[in-house]
Each structure stands twice: as C-alpha cells, then as structure tokens.
C-alpha cells in the first residue's frame, strides 16, 4: 500500500500574489525592515528540537517523527505514517501584506493532488504567539482513493516573515491522534535569522 506521506508529498507551492496600489513613488516604498531575531522555543516537554537554518524556523519535533529539510521548507512524517506536514517561511513583502485568512485560504485551494479543488472552510484564528489563522478541507488524494483532512496553518510574526504549515492526514479516525499532536508541533513554530543555529 503507497504510503500517506506519498499521496501528499511535495512543498507547499509558492504562488505570486499581485497587490495593486503600489505605484513607482519613492514616497510610497515601505519602512526598512526591523532586523529579525533569534525566538527561542518553548518548553518542548521530551520533544526535540528542528531547525531550518536555510528558512529561518526552528520547532519541536515529536518522538518517532521524522523530520527532512528541502532548501526554505520542512517535511515531516508522523511516527505512524498517517499525517504529512510541510512547512515553509516567506519573507517576502507580499507574503507580509497579504490578509491572513487570505493567505491561508489561497494556499489550500492551490493544493495540487487531490480529485477535486480543495474547498477551505472559514478561516478560524489558530492560537500561537504570532498572528495565527487556520482553514481545513477534505479532499480524496489521486491515483488511490484516500480521503484526507488538508490543514492550513499561516502565523505571522510582524513585519518580519510569515510562516505556513500544511497538515495532510489521513481522514479516517486512525488518523486523529497524529493531527493532534501535528497542530501541537505546529505551535511550537518560531522563526529566527536565517542561518541561525540550534
């Protein structure tokens, strides 16, 4: 059997969003950007800690799951196989203007992979300490017919990067327990400089 982390594989895609009042005046052009510090994890309670240093976030990695960095973004896979998370960092001046219930609902929506266009919910305010926003759907994967509950996660530190994880779990109940403990990694999520170490 093709396993879950398979059906979902892949980073969470980058999309350009186009902003409109945003003339040519110098007058007009943003602040500089307040230099980005180092944010130290929370408590991680037997967890271990991941950095990306090349993205610039670190989080609490739980026991059994594996973690992979792909250059800006991370994969991780839940010890039992049944829950995907991918996460990437944005610092881009769009991804910072842009609302966050508009980022998040875009991104799901442009989730490749699944039989039909993914349909995001009403966005829901995701408890962590930077600006948090999640929307959910469900969607049927391609080529093998499993259902899955498609998460996404955007958190948004002012002014200096925003940050989005994509939960992919299987839909069935066997998969409850890892999309708990996947939303419990995802609020472990702090950003720091790229570069920056442990």
């Not at 408590?43 to 271990?48: N, R």
């Not at 991804?95 to 929506?109: D, K, W």
């Not at 305010?125 to 999640?134: D, I, L, M, T």
């Not at 890892?178 to 999520?189: H, N, P, Q």
């Amino acid at each position: 059997m093709t396993r879950p982390a398979a059906l979902v594989a892949g980073l969470a895609a980058a999309f350009a969003v186009a902003l409109g009042g945003c003339g040519s005046d110098s007058a007009s052009d943003p602040a500089p950007r307040p230099a980005e510090t180092f944010d130290e994890l929370p408590p991680l309670a037997g967890w271990k800690p991941h950095v990306n240093s090349s993205a610039g976030f670190a989080f609490g990695l739980p026991p059994g799951w594996e973690a992979r960095n792909r250059g800006t973004a991370t994969g991780v896979t839940s010890l039992d196989q049944l829950a995907v998370v991918t996460i990437s960092a944005d610092r881009t001046r769009e991804a910072l203007e842009l609302p966050l219930e508009e980022f998040a609902s875009r991104t799901l929506a442009a989730r490749p992979g699944y039989e039909r266009a993914l349909s995001p919910n009403e966005p829901q305010g995701f408890e962590h300490p930077y600006a948090g926003v999640a929307v959910e759907a469900e969607g049927v994967a391609k080529g093998t017919g499993v259902a899955q509950r498609v998460e996404v996660v955007v958190l948004r530190r002012s002014k200096l990067v925003t940050l989005t994880a994509v939960i992919a779990v299987n839909a069935s109940p066997a998969g409850a327990p890892s999309a708990v403990i996947a939303e419990r990694m995802v609020a472990t999520l702090r950003s720091r400089p790229i570069g920056g170490g442990v």
